[in-house]
């Protein structure tokens, strides 16, 4: 019930931000905004206030604005979104990415000033550097960490370094060994039998592993850092990405595990039990994966509207709205059938 709604709230704050940067830039653009929405229809209930509606809606996975004219009619009406000029359209687009990776940058750096756990090298001697720690940070489904409930964020306690951790572990393949677990300020024992003969790539316990510390900046530096980490996100997840459609088209598979909103909840409360940092962290990651997966130019989601926009820059003539709109449609519904397609992948691995 707690990761629920902790899900919730951070799914909240990541929607309204996203839809804020819409909303507020289509009112300075002289658009009237008819409807401010948290979650899809149908509507569970709504306020108006001057001449938009604020509504809660029952599937609680996303948000919306609606903007008149946006889907293009009243095209002579200087109010509607369909009558203003390319680049107004475009601003107004583009808005809702840029608050994302505004949000981002916003909670890594204070973040850096509270003290976030990072990836660091085991030698390295910043003194600014506390709490060292070897933790999971991948785990391989249907290997032995899964099978004994070891968990990404978990601690392994009572080692030096990886290299000696690992030594350990392929030094006992096939025997029945315990190894200690911090999680949440508790420490678990785990008995585990690591393979003898694990799949390529996988390790003996199928867990991937980094060394992390804790380091907190004064706030000038914080704000540096927190730009810095931004931008390292942005770059890496849009690669990410990259990668994930090149596999999609070059294979047929994604070459990753995608998960939906159970998934991520799943996630979310693992960061939340270990601490308030992890969790901005994470909702920091969320933003800039909202960001980038929205400017993507795919049809239903921003980037695609952006892309529709730029054809018709580059035709001088704006696209049949019949056209772009079946074409959106058609896009919102393979969307949604992702969606269900990952969740119903993530309630498998639960079981």
């Given at each position: ?77 200087p109010r509607s979104f369909s009558s203003k000029k ?266």
């Amino acid at each position: 019930m707690i990761t629920a709604l902790i899900f919730i709230i951070v799914l909240g704050v990541l929607v309204l931000v996203h839809e804020f940067g819409h909303f507020i830039t289509a009112k300075r653009s002289g658009m009237k905004v008819e409807e401010f929405g948290f979650g899809f229809p149908p509507r569970l209930f709504g306020i108006k206030k001057g001449e938009t509606t604020y509504s809660i809606n029952w599937i609680p996975f996303g948000g919306f604005v609606k903007i008149f004219g946006e889907s293009g009619e009243e095209a002579e009406n200087p109010r509607s979104f369909s009558s203003k000029k390319a680049g107004t359209r475009a601003k107004v687009i583009v808005a809702g990415v840029v608050m994302n990776v505004i949000l981002a940058f916003v909670l890594l750096a204070i973040g850096n000033v509270m003290g976030l756990r990072t990836a660091i090298q085991e030698d390295d001697q910043n003194p600014l550097i506390k709490d060292r720690q070897i933790q999971i940070v991948n785990i391989a489904q249907q290997s032995p960490a899964v099978l004994v409930g070891l968990e990404p964020l978990d601690e392994i306690v009572g080692f030096n370094n990886v290299v000696e951790f690992q030594k350990y572990i392929n030094e006992h393949r096939g025997q029945k060994i315990t190894i200690k677990i911090g999680r949440g300020g508790e420490i678990l024992e785990k008995s585990v039998v690591p393979r003898v003969n694990p799949p390529a790539g996988e390790g003996a316990l199928g867990i991937n592993l980094a060394a992390t510390g804790v380091i907190k900046y004064p706030w000038y530096r914080a704000i540096y850092e927190g730009g810095r980490q931004t931008i390292f996100l942005l770059i890496n997840t849009a690669y990410g990405y990259g990668k994930i459609i090149g596999q999609m088209f070059t294979t047929g598979s994604p070459g990753a595990e995608l998960s939906g909103p159970i998934g991520i909840a799943k996630f979310t409360g693992q960061a939340a039990r270990i601490g308030f940092a992890y969790l901005i962290q994470l909702t920091a990651l969320l933003s800039v994966n909202l960001a980038i997966l929205n400017i993507i130019p795919f049809p239903a989601l921003d980037g695609g509207r952006l892309f529709f926009i730029g054809i018709e820059k580059i035709k001088r003539r704006p696209i049949s709205r019949r056209t772009e709109n079946l074409v959106n449609s058609i896009g919102f519904a393979l969307l949604i059938l992702l969606m269900i397609y990952v969740t119903t992948k993530d309630i498998s691995r639960l079981f």
